[in-house]
């Protein structure tokens, strides 16, 4: 069973809806982050944030929007997608955002936009 | 050229079979290695951290050499329950996380 929890498994909205995902983790850990994933391809960085404040960035396009209201919690607010930003979004925790500390994922979050 | 580069696949192997999986890195100042295994629909999960000394958990054993910024995987006596997508990935400053493009494996009877 995963230690990061995320919500909702799947989510199927419309271009003009808004949204949230959800993301807790209760293991301590004080570096959280959001991760895209296109099918038969890698996850790939989308945000990074360290002591609930926003550290990296991957020049996501701003209808993302995350939010770290505590240092259990990770959100991330959709507004005005596209198609293509359909996806698996998956959220990770590693005790720091650091040398050797291993990422550990929650089972994601799978997206269709209409 | 990507920053992290994976043996494309898939290997297709007879259980019992041995099978190393190569990956290559080009950024010099990423810090620590990991490789992951992905089942179809679901989460990656962290199978081994990498370290330069080599390090072994049962079955697998992972390397690192940082001189040829090379890591390896290698599967001892591949049961059906190891087939699946295995992802090297390469942590650089403040928590990136960069993956490699997975290489699927496929263990049959």
């Known amino acids: 069973d995963t230690e990061v929890t995320q919500t909702p498994k799947h989510l199927v909205m419309g271009m003009t809806n808004k949204k949230s995902l959800k993301c807790e983790q209760h293991m301590g850990h004080r570096a959280m982050y959001w991760y895209k994933q296109k099918a038969k391809k890698p996850p790939e960085l989308m945000f990074v944030?360290?002591?609930?404040?926003?550290?990296i960035n991957e020049s996501v396009p701003s209808r993302f929007s995350p939010e770290c209201p505590n240092s259990s919690l990770l959100n991330l607010h959709l507004h005005a997608l596209q198609p293509e930003d359909s996806a698996l979004y998956l959220c990770a925790s590693s005790q720091v955002a650091g040398v050797d500390q291993p990422q550990h994922f929650g089972d994601g979050t799978r997206l269709s936009i209409l | 050229r990507k920053e992290v580069e994976q043996d494309p696949g898939p290997f297709n192997v007879p259980e019992g079979a041995t099978v190393a999986f190569n990956c290559t890195y080009s950024?010099?100042?990423?810090?620590?290695f990991f490789w992951y295994r992905q089942d179809c629909r679901k989460e990656p999960k962290l199978l081994m951290s990498?370290?330069?000394s080599g390090n072994e958990d049962g079955r697998f054993t992972a390397q690192l050499n940082r001189a040829s910024q090379y890591i390896s995987l290698l599967i001892r006596d591949s049961k059906l329950s190891d087939s699946a997508t295995y992802l090297c990935?390469?942590?650089?400053?403040?928590?990136?996380?960069?993956f490699g493009q997975g290489t699927e494996l496929s263990v049959k009877p």
């Open positions: 950024n010099s100042a990423s810090q620590s």
């Open positions: 944030y360290s002591y609930e404040k926003l550290s």
């Open positions: 990935a390469a942590l650089n400053q403040g928590g990136k996380l960069i």
């Open positions: 990498v370290y330069s």
